[in-house]
């Protein structure tokens, strides 16, 4: 398990309890989460679970797979730490990650 901080495009933070083998995206829609509207349910072929990992974390996750690369380029606003969350799977070594939320997936 490892606890996600998700800040909102307003500045309003949430910290979620994420279990292991779960992606930040399920974790974040399970807590209520808006800013993401994940619409194929991540099976990498939407882009609308885009958010940006916080830059003290980005070397310290899991890199992205080639395939998410090529569609993180799809997102709004698709900066360097852009990440598709249902991508990202948690574990402890994940404890303390900042997940910052896009103001739009469209
Ligand atoms: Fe569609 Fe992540 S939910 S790519």
């Given at each position: 398990m490892a606890r996600i901080t998700f800040i909102e495009h307003t500045g309003k933070r949430i910290e979620?309890?994420?279990?292991?083998?779960?992606?930040?995206?399920?974790a974040a829609l399970a807590s209520g989460i808006d800013g993401l509207t994940a619409e194929c349910g991540g099976c990498l072929s939407c882009a609308t679970c885009h958010a940006y990992v916080d830059e003290e974390w980005v070397d310290r996750i899991p890199a992205p797979s080639d395939e998410e690369l090529?569609?993180?380029?799809?997102?709004v606003d698709a900066r360097p730490n852009s990440r598709l969350t249902c991508q990202v799977i948690v574990s402890d070594a994940m404890d303390g990650l900042v997940i910052h939320l896009p103001a739009s997936q469209y």
């Amino acid at each position: 398990m490892a606890r996600i901080t998700f800040i909102e495009h307003t500045g309003k933070r949430i910290e979620v309890d994420a279990e292991n083998g779960d992606s930040l995206m399920k974790a974040a829609l399970a807590s209520g989460i808006d800013g993401l509207t994940a619409e194929c349910g991540g099976c990498l072929s939407c882009a609308t679970c885009h958010a940006y990992v916080d830059e003290e974390w980005v070397d310290r996750i899991p890199a992205p797979s080639d395939e998410e690369l090529v569609m993180v380029d799809c997102a709004v606003d698709a900066r360097p730490n852009s990440r598709l969350t249902c991508q990202v799977i948690v574990s402890d070594a994940m404890d303390g990650l900042v997940i910052h939320l896009p103001a739009s997936q469209y």
